[in-house]
């Protein structure tokens, strides 16, 4: 399977006050919005925050849980499944596993971003949002060294800045913006691919 477009898919990890700052970032995002986008939110396995009906309310693309085997379509927000590790196959579609965690997580942004970064190489954009430990600093060294793109929170306006910073402090970010200029970075890299 193969896409026409610059950009063919955008992974996103947050961690704490990562529930607000991904509905902002969704909610800038306009319908016809066609890179496909999946997210690592940190979340127990017994987390029944439903997080893909908080995101819908805000969002005006189509918001689901990745399930083994889907393939990545156009126009989607994907979500990790809390308790399970969210990985991206050669052929653009999801694998799920129960792996321990990977930096006290999983879902590990890590594990997400390092096998997109394998799948999609200069295709991809990853963005890296609040949160309070460090996982997502090595999958975005991993997106860099494939030739993707990389986008931080400042951590200035993030909530809990250690997240974006650590990843940051690999040297592999190339933009390092403000939640909205993040929206509208991601806006105007979809009109290129149209």
């Known amino acids: 399977m193969s896409y026409d477009t610059l950009y063919e ?3 996103i990890g947050a961690s704490a006050g990562g529930l607000h700052a991904v509905s902002s970032l969704l909610d800038a995002l306009p ?4 890179i496909p986008v999946i997210l690592v939110q940190h979340r ?3 987390d029944n925050s439903l997080l893909e009906e ?5 969002c005006m693309l189509t ?3 990745a399930e083994e085997k889907e393939p990545i379509a ?3 927000i994907y979500t990790a499944p809390p308790g399970y590790h969210l990985l991206i196959e050669q052929d653009r579609s999801f694998a799920l596993n129960c792996d321990p965690p990977v930096g006290y997580s999983r879902p590990s942004i890590d594990v997400l971003f390092e096998s997109a970064a394998a799948a999609y190489g200069k295709s991809l954009m990853a963005v890296i949002l609040t949160g309070a430990n460090a996982d997502g600093a090595e999958g975005t060294r991993q997106v860099r060294r494939k030739g993707g793109t990389t986008i ?3 951590p200035g306006t ?6 974006p910073q650590a990843a940051i402090n690999t040297g592999a970010v190339q933009h390092i913006l403000r939640l909205e200029a993040i929206g509208v970075f991601l806006k105007n890299m979809n009109k290129l691919n149209q």
Not at 54 to 58: A, D, G, T, W
């Open 9 to 11: 898919a955008v992974v």
């Open 31 to 34: 319908r016809g919005f066609d």
């Open 44 to 46: 127990m396995k017994e």
């Open 54 to 58: 908080v995101l819908q309310k805000r």
């Open 63 to 65: 918001v689901r849980q």
């Open 74 to 76: 156009k126009g989607m």
């Open 152 to 154: 931080a929170q400042d």
């Open 158 to 163: 993030a909530e809990h800045p250690f997240m």
